[in-house]
């Protein structure tokens, strides 16, 4: 199941969506998820899964690399369709036995959610795939610039979610390494009830949090023998240049926008 988990993965390419610049996927992303959360129809959701992919496909993005990266949140997935699906209340009941009630309108819901956190996972994650953590960091930093007048640390929090984006796979691939280990030890982390697999979890946990805290202490003292001190006075061997393809992409995603309005305010 860990090594199902993808988020902070980048797939080199050399597809028109791995050439963007940086800045324009981080907003394209933004206003993405903005617009989701707009849409409340059947139309709207399949003008989005639409445009999610074309993404793909200009990407060459297999589907099969976002389905597994889906699997880790089944549960949170399922979780959340059930909510909405016996906790919604309407006239229209299409199912009911005791204290259950299922209704048009909680199923509707519940489909809707559904596809919503579909849809926002799999368009997140297409902005790792695409982009380096380190492109990212660059394009959040310019971004931001303009809060470094009110004193907002924009660079060390750039550099923070940078280092976070490129050891998410690290810590992955530790943790797997760990439990592979206990199991090979006799630990049984699968079977028993909840606070037993809790409990089980602990020989886990404190290996790893040791193995984390080092890691970091490394990387401390790497940076620091490199005399490095921040940004300030800090050049870039690759510097961002928005170009025509930067305007295409900003253009469809204003007509994404706009076609998720126009639907919304026809109720289709």
């Known amino acids: 199941m860990l090594k199902d988990i993808t988020l902070g993965q980048y797939f080199p390419g050399d597809t028109p969506v791995h050439n963007l610049d940086p800045r324009t996927k981080l907003l394209l992303t933004v206003a993405y998820i903005v617009a989701l959360f707009m849409v409340g129809s059947w139309g709207g959701y399949a003008l989005v899964f639409a445009a999610l992919a074309g993404v793909m496909a200009l990407s060459h993005i297999r589907p099969r690399a976002l389905l597994k990266g889906l699997k880790p949140l089944v549960f949170i997935i399922v979780f959340t369709a059930v909510l909405n699906l016996f906790f919604t209340s309407g006239e229209d009941v299409l199912f009911s036995w005791r204290f259950i009630k299922v209704t048009y309108t909680g199923l509707e ?57 490129r050891f998410i796979p690290t810590l992955i691939e530790e943790t797997d390494r760990i439990i592979s280990a206990q199991k090979a030890r006799g630990a049984d982390l699968e079977t028993g009830t909840l606070p037993e697999r809790a409990k089980a979890l602990l020989p886990l946990l404190i290996p790893l949090f040791i193995s984390s805290f080092r890691r970091a202490d490394e990387l401390a003292l790497a940076m620091e023998c490199r005399c490095y001190n921040g940004g300030q006075g800090r050049t870039r061997m690759k510097q961002l240049h928005m170009s025509g393809r930067d305007a295409v992409a900003f253009a469809l995603g204003g007509l994404l926008v706009a076609g998720i309005l126009i639907l919304r305010k026809l109720g289709i």
């Open 109 to 165: 819901r519940a489909i809707f959610m559904v596809l919503r956190v579909l849809l926002l996972v799999s368009g997140t994650f297409l902005l790792t795939y695409t982009t380096s953590p380190l492109a990212i960091t660059d394009a959040l930093e310019k971004l931001l610039s303009p809060l470094k007048k009110l004193h907002v640390p924009v660079y060390e929090l750039s550099l923070m979610m940078c280092i976070a984006l």
